[in-house]
């Protein structure tokens, strides 16, 4: 008797449920500003770009990637911030950020601009 009780026990299914129309929105952007060298396009891929403006107005910018092989990688990344003319905004943070991402493996790269005067901007991957 105790061996049935225990056997139903682990039989047990698990129900998950979320909403059918999430509460979340991503406001999804061109990724043509994306800049990646042809050999890292070929093993990280870029699934999409996030765009966000937070209280103050600073931009706020989320880049979706994926490593398409099954073998760890290492790139690096950029955001360079543009103002409303498309000029350039100095940062203290200009240089490459090293970061590593497992076979298969999916992350988020995040940027903040440096000030609300960002209204645009590019992103730069390259390969270690």
């Known amino acids: 008797m105790v061996a049935i009780a225990l056997l139903t026990q682990g039989c047990k299914s698990v129900n998950s449920v979320e909403r059918a129309e999430p509460v979340n929105q991503r406001q999804m952007v061109s990724d043509k500003r994306i800049i990646t ?3 890292l396009a070929r093993k990280v891929q870029i699934l999409g770009v996030n765009e ?11 880049v979706e990637v994926r490593n ?9 990344y950029r955001f360079d911030w543009l103002d409303a003319s498309g000029m350039h905004l100095r940062t203290a ?7 590593h991402i497992q076979g ?8 903040v601009a440096p000030s609300s005067d960002a ?10």
């Open 68 to 76: 398409a092989t099954r073998v760890a990688q290492d790139f690096s």
């Open 52 to 62: 966000a403006t937070l209280p103050g107005g600073y931009l706020k910018v989320q």
């Open 119 to 128: 209204k645009d901007f590019q992103v730069k991957f390259i390969e270690q």
């Open 104 to 111: 298969a493996e999916h992350l988020y790269v995040i940027g």
């Open 93 to 99: 943070t200009a240089g490459f950020i090293p970061q």
């Open 37 to 39: 060298d042809p050999s």
